[in-house]
């Protein structure tokens, strides 16, 4: 049995095939999965996991180089960007609008929901490398 990390298996797995360059994306409850995409669906109820804890069990096993937000965030939606932009306080970020994050994040290897319920907790994070 698994000793500490994501206890998750299908997450547990995406995260451990995750390549330099690979998208993962992590959206809220409301958020438009692309219908042939993989994803985990993770929503136990209204709120929870929340966008800010998934991403601080995310960090804990992935590398992350570069982070990409709708830029709608940080005025619909200041607490989890600012919770966000101080979580990758030393990563690379990037703000486009809602409709382009939509269309990059059908790029992405995979897809996250969470139980969030605010706009625009959504975030596309790129693989880095530990070496």
Not at 81 to 91: A, G, R
Request: include cysteine.
């Amino acid at each position: 049995m698994k000793k500490e990390g994501v206890f998750n298996s299908k997450l547990s797995y995406y995260i451990a095939s995750m390549g330099h360059k690979d998208m993962l994306t992590i959206v809220d409850m409301g958020y438009p999965i692309p219908k042939k995409a993989d994803y985990v669906d993770l929503v136990l109820d209204k709120g929870k996991p929340s966008f800010i804890e998934m991403l601080k069990i995310i960090l804990k096993e992935l590398e992350i180089e570069k982070i990409i937000i709708a830029k709608e965030m940080k005025e619909n939606n200041s607490s989890n960007y600012k919770k966000t932009t101080e979580l990758f306080s030393n990563i690379e970020k990037e703000q486009i609008t809602h409709e382009a994050f939509k269309e990059l994040a059908k790029e992405s290897k995979f897809f996250v929901r969470t139980g969030e319920c605010t706009p625009y907790s959504n975030i596309i994070l790129v693989s880095g490398v530990i070496f």
